[in-house]
């Protein structure tokens, strides 16, 4: 019997309508659309407004998509795991909030919490669940609404994140195609340059933490960019080592929208040019644990069936990683 692999068969996307541009934010902080611009490569990010509307709000729309686009229906849903830093709630689940929404009967999930690397850690996950031969369908989503845990005082880290939610389905193959490798990595000394404060166990919510701004996302920059640059572009690197990949036989990058300068280096280390990277960095800004999937929904149409497609990420944590993808369909 031929090996199981676990192949992404389907994806689903969803950004909110309502955009904050760079010169809306040249209005809130000291800042400017070329300082913006020329740092990070973001020129606007979506933002999802409106009273107790959290990541599920995005979720499900992107999943919707995925179902009718495979032609399945939720039911047929085995597993839900959702990659997210910002849950409708501490607790329950967003899996378990958005299995319940989109009517998801049959499947069991949880949420998976690795910043900006979420995403990537759930395709390792959900990919054993699929070669373990016990799991059909797979739901992978990964979103955030960052614009809740954002200071919009706070110039160095309101310029950078936007709200959006994407979703894919892993399926067994028995090709070839789908997961191949995943090199994935964890630093928790990274903890002290990138986090929210409080409102955790560590740090419960008070009048004082909310008035000191710690439920905000704290980022001391230029620390991050070091690790960032240094370490995504050394897995990426290495994936492509470890499996005897070529520049010329890797199809697209598909890296973490952080920053344009990391994405560009983690590019230069690989040997590749800049039209085989997907970036959006420029329309949403980092999503967190949307970016990844949103790349799939807006490159879909351009995917061949035995694409070489490496995906890289850095978060918080530190998390990092790279995985290994020969893509199963024709966009």
Not at 83 to 106: H, L, W, Y
Request: aromatic letters at 8%.
């Amino acid at each position: 019997m031929s090996k199981i692999t676990a192949a992404i068969t389907a994806v689903g996307g969803y950004v909110p309508p309502d955009i904050l541009s760079n010169a809306d934010l040249e209005k809130m902080v000291e800042t400017s659309d070329e300082w913006i611009t020329t740092r990070t490569g973001i020129k606007e990010r979506h933002i999802l407004k409106g009273e107790n509307k959290g990541v599920t709000e995005m979720a499900v729309p992107a999943v919707e998509e995925l179902l009718r686009k495979r032609g399945i229906t939720a039911d047929e849903l085995d597993v839900i795991i959702c990659a997210t830093v910002t849950g409708d709630m501490i607790f329950p689940s967003s899996a378990c909030v958005i299995a319940d929404k989109i009517g998801a009967k049959n499947a069991w999930g949880f949420d998976l919490q690795a910043a900006c690397s979420g995403f990537l850690f759930g395709l390792e996950t959900g990919a054993k669940f699929i070669e373990s031969g016990k799991h059909k369908k797979v739901l992978l989503i990964g979103g955030d609404k960052m614009s809740a845990i954002i200071d919009y005082t706070d110039r160095n880290t309101c310029i950078i994140f936007g709200d959006g939610a994407g979703c894919v389905l892993l399926e067994p193959d028995n090709e070839g195609f789908g997961v191949q490798d995943a090199l994935l990595h964890i630093d928790g000394s990274g903890r002290h340059y990138l986090h929210q404060k409080a409102g955790g166990s560590q740090k419960p919510p008070t009048h004082q933490t909310v008035d000191a701004k710690e439920h905000f996302v704290f980022q001391d920059g230029k620390t991050v960019f070091k690790f960032a640059v240094t370490n995504m572009a050394q897995v990426s690197y290495e994936i492509m080592e470890r499996n005897n990949l070529t520049a010329d036989s890797v199809t697209w990058l598909v890296p973490h929208q952080a920053n344009l300068r990391i994405i560009d280096a983690t590019a230069e280390r690989m040997g590749l040019s800049r039209d085989k990277i997907m970036i959006n960095i420029e329309k949403y800004g980092n999503t967190t644990n949307g970016t990844l999937p949103l790349l799939l929904w807006e490159w879909e149409k351009k995917l061949k069936k035995g694409d070489n497609l490496i995906f890289s990420a850095f978060g918080g944590g530190f998390t990092w990683g790279s995985v290994y993808i020969k893509w199963a369909y024709n966009g």
